[in-house]
């Protein structure tokens, strides 16, 4: 079965600062892996997916995933933090193709600070 | 404007007293699902449906119903809550099942339930 993990509950980092959040997944099957963000009292929004074209994929906001399939991660970054930014983070996965669940990680909380 | 619509946003309620959280959305969307998100869990999948008339049971299911009669209402239905349902809840549409897998996934703004 597959499964997420995403590495640090909390990170925190300085506004203009490198954003880095750890994604590691399990999948017997080649994946379909997605970041999502949820801001304060609000939904989640799709940030960026790999769905086994391009290895690095760019989404929206200035973020970026890179996929390794060697190291099975697919590590979350933004090169400039933003006051903005600060919002919780989710990895997922497909886990079925028959009925479309996401299998999420834990969450990531990103803080910036001025 | 494209959206999927919750109700009630936050509820406070007592243990056995059935509830009904409401999800519309109005994108004629066939797939819709439930899901529940609790610190340090992350979201996990309660129902989903296919279409209409066709749902199917997710990761934890229990302690909940669900129904889809028509296409564009998906209710998540809890008949006995109990203190361990209190949760943030989330539904979410999408036009088909393919569309999920290619992160077309559309949310909710959540539900706030707690159980006392």
């Known amino acids: 079965a597959q499964s997420v993990t995403q590495l640090g509950s909390h990170v925190s980092v300085s506004e203009g600062a490198l954003v880095l959040l750890r994604c590691n997944y399990s999948?017997?099957?080649?994946?379909?892996l997605f970041w999502y963000v949820q801001y304060p009292n609000q939904g989640l929004q799709l940030l960026l997916k790999y769905t086994s074209a391009a290895t690095l994929v760019k989404g929206i906001n200035g973020f970026e995933a890179e996929f390794k399939k060697s190291e099975t991660s697919f590590h979350l970054t933004k090169p400039s933090a933003h006051m903005s930014d600060a919002a919780e983070y989710f990895c997922?996965?497909?886990?079925?193709?028959?009925?479309?669940?996401?299998?999420f990680g834990q969450g990531t909380t990103l803080q910036v600070k001025p | 404007e494209a959206q999927v619509t919750q109700n009630p946003r936050y509820l406070i309620t007592v243990t056995g007293k059935k509830l009904t959280v409401t999800c519309s959305q109005n994108m004629n969307h066939e797939y819709m699902s439930w899901y529940r998100q609790d610190p340090g869990l992350g979201l996990r999948q309660i129902y989903y449906s296919m279409n209409v008339e066709v749902t199917d049971k997710g990761d934890v299911p229990e302690g909940y119903k669900v129904s889809r009669k028509e296409k564009r209402n998906f209710p998540l239905i809890l008949e006995s809550p109990s203190p361990n349902q209190t949760s943030l809840y989330f539904c979410?549409?999408?036009?088909?099942?393919?569309?999920?897998?290619?992160?077309?996934?559309?949310f909710g703004e959540g539900s706030r339930l707690t159980v006392l």
């Open positions: 979410a549409s999408s036009l088909s099942l393919w569309q999920v897998h290619t992160g077309e996934l559309f």
């Open positions: 997922a996965v497909i886990e079925s193709s028959n009925t479309g669940k996401l299998i």
């Open positions: 999948s017997s099957v080649p994946p379909y």
